[in-house]
């Protein structure tokens, strides 16, 4: 299943470099089904460090599938999360906002916090324009306790879940103060999952399979559906892997690492994220059967960096951290025949440009001046270089510890970066600025040695924090 | 010409992936010529680090071609140079043993030191067995000087160099304390280098061309000789980039970094990384052209890491340090169809290897016992899993910084490695202790906490430290 996937990708990632030597070579059937709009796929793992995948230089985990989608697309040097903890970035990706704009400078708790109602979402432009729309797996955003499902069932007023922001279709293991941490405690959230299971607000009978697998099984019956139904799909497919609890993924994934000598969570780590890279595999092989994968953009990306045993790669920090191993993460973009293959890029790119450009490229207009994303649409099809502006982040203060490290110190809360410069404060209090070109290991602190800089970011950062937010809280 | 190598590394990395969907595609033509003992090269980068190819992760520079010969064989992830610095380096990966076995303990100054005479060198055994050897470019084991080459064409006694190492052919820059320095303080060895060139000990008229050009241009002379002679070649081809002097690349590989405002030292070191990969692009292009690659073995390696303005990738330290940034290289290993392709290895491994490795895939006996160097054949041609053993390092003291950062601290002199375990010490006072499995950015010192590990690593390097030696002192 997965040298299926593999052939098809060289096959995508090789056209101009190959076909001129392979004119025999049997081209896709499909080309039917290339028109129309474009079926979209975002994968978002989860805690996965930017040197976690082989694509991106892993010391310690292959990842054959990610790599081959990699090569048959663009991969992503200076793609940022749009938070270095969890539901500030998935926040981000949904809206193509800064999370600081609806108050989210925290992940949530499953309790009373959770997306804005009435937020204008990627997943809604994609609705209102004829996309059939699910998402599957973590959400993290508020809306999925049992309390507020049942409400939604009854007709009675809840927090917003999946379906208030713009899906058709949801499958989530239910998000509840009750049922999730037990999960993670007793390290069963993926062996167990499936027993815990909400879909469209309605609480499901166990599946009997593990949770990474059951999601793509859902996606891949979306993507069937929507074949049938001959409507173009957005599939939000969010990975809980490589998060925490760390649990042995099936056994197959187990042995290559364990003749390695590793053990205990860095052994159920790599493994996670070997299961993921297959199951991977086994969505982009059923695309390819389908006929499907030629007209469909898939994006791969992470919530946030690494915590305790993933890879920050060269970075210095890790998740809850906002140098660049917090934020700066993995991102591949594939869309066979439009977006070259085997390209490389050194864009910096933000987590909310994918909301006006996934938009550009279905052909959907968007009103961008309202969003902190931009349209890099130019970029991937083109590789035309943009100007990608002035990015920020804010977040509350974690002092959490990561495997790959002390938290670095100073601590930051508020970053502002443009072009090559990233200046970190403690509120507005400047801690650091850094060269990001001269140095993306933020060595080399330059507070007070470049004063217009500094002060051009300040004045960025003291706009943003001063800007009008849009909460959460009633 | 880079676009047709390209193609073929493709061809030659997907035949088990792709051919099944393609039999009619054009197989290679060539394959009368793929009998015989196989062709070897090593490629030899001077001081680039694990961070500075895409296929290793880079944030900064993008090497197509070197990516694509990562993609045609195996890529390691866990494999080290003889030093952290250049002649020791060197004189491991011609000798099969330990730098420390002849007393090379720190990089050559081109007046007095040199690889002692009569040691068995990877080259002789080669001639001896019918190879066509060739030394190419950087040599900084000796016996270059001016007064060297001119006493041996006299019929003097001087210092060996590459003809009485077993090479039958070489083409190097002088290496001579008058022409060498000059160079490098006037940033120009790479423009100018053709002006002081030796082949074979008789000095040359000017090469008016770029000294990483000349060099593939040599290589692929000493391939055609061969061809036309029918006899197998080994060519030892160690280029001098991206090492200082930092100049400017010719100007097609500067533009790229210009537009991400890169400027410099930082924007020549990168023009000069992006030179290499094309020109190891037109050489590759060469051999397929030739019908030559096929049965040609292609190892690209580094001597140790970074200086300046390289990245270590996720590793602590560089150039002159025995952290792993100092010592881990990147290393791909490629023989078409019998190396399986788009692979990636974590195999422990080490420059000593290559000699009796490459050896055992020639079908040349050697006598291993004598040797450092295991062979990794086994491993290369079938993945085997091999258990590596103890692996060591010594060097005198530097002190150098680094443009990564500060040299890390401690410093250390002698290094003992077996599997995961890697005790650093000064001399013999140890310093640190790590699980580089857990932990390959080496941030949590374990001294005083395994104590039979300490022990036993300890004790090697107090026999190592021990041995006797053989010196190029008189």
């Keep these: ?164 922001h713009g899906f058709d279709h949801y499958l989530c293991n239910i998000e ?15 062996r167990e999952g499936g027993k815990t299971l909400v879909r469209n607000d309605r609480r499901i009978d166990e599946i009997p399979k593990h949770w990474t697998e059951i999601k793509v099984d859902e996606a891949i019956n979306v993507i069937e559906e929507s074949r049938k139904a001959d409507q173009p799909f957005f599939v939000n497919l969010w990975f809980d892997v490589p998060h925490t609890p760390y649990e042995p993924a099936p056994e197959r994934h187990l042995s290559v690492y364990e003749k390695m000598g590793v053990k205990g969570d860095q052994l159920w780590f790599r493994s996670m994220v070997s299961h993921l890279d297959e199951q991977i595999g086994r969505l982009i092989d059923h695309l390819e059967t389908s006929g499907l994968l030629e007209n469909t953009i898939i994006v791969f990306t992470s919530d946030n960096g690494p915590a305790y045993q993933g890879s920050p790669g060269p970075f210095k920090g890790g998740k809850t951290d906002l140098h660049e191993g917090g934020i700066r993460v993995p991102m591949i973009a594939v869309w066979p025949n439009r977006i070259p293959a085997n390209t490389y890029s050194f864009q910096t790119a933000h987590m909310t440009d994918l909301f006006p450009t996934l938009s550009a490229l279905a052909g959907i207009e968007v009103e961008a001046s309202d969003l902190d994303g931009m349209d890099l649409s130019q970029h991937l099809l083109e590789q035309t270089p943009l100007e990608r502006g002035v990015l920020l982040w804010q977040m509350d203060l974690y002092k959490h510890f990561q495997n790959q490290g002390p938290k670095p110190t100073p601590y930051a809360t508020t970053v502002a970066m443009n072009e090559n410069w990233k200046l970190l404060a403690d509120s507005l209090q400047t801690t650091e600025l850094f060269d990001l070109e001269a140095d993306h290991r933020e060595l ?31």
Aim: proline letters at 7%.
């Design 176 to 190: 509840d103060p009750l049922v999730r941490p037990e999960l993670i405690r007793e390290r069963k959230l993926y």
């Design 444 to 474: 080399y602190n330059q507070l007070g040695q470049q004063d217009s800089i500094e002060q051009l970011l300040h004045t960025e950062m003291r706009s943003f924090l001063a800007a009008p937010r849009k909460s959460w809280k009633k």
């Design 1 to 164: 299943m997965k040298r299926n996937a593999l052939q098809l990708l060289f096959l995508l990632a090789t056209p101009f470099l190959l076909f001129t030597n392979c004119n025999e070579a049997p081209t896709e059937t499909n080309s039917d089904t290339a028109s129309g709009p474009p079926n979209i796929i975002v994968l978002l793992a989860d805690d996965l460090g930017y040197g976690d995948l082989s694509a991106y230089g892993s010391q310690s985990i292959h990842t054959p599938n990610i790599d081959a989608l990699a090569a048959a697309g663009m991969k992503f040097t200076r793609f940022y999360a749009g938070s270095a903890v969890c539901s500030p970035s998935r926040a981000s990706l949904l809206t193509g906002k800064f999370p600081l704009r609806f108050d989210i400078r925290q992940h949530f708790d499953d309790r009373e916090m959770h997306l804005p109602a009435g937020t204008l979402t990627f997943p809604r432009v994609l609705q209102q324009n004829g996309y059939r729309t699910a998402h599957i797996g973590k959400w993290h955003l508020g809306g999925i306790r049992i309390q507020d499902f049942t409400a939604r069932t009854a007709g009675e007023a809840a927090n917003p879940g999946p379906l208030q």
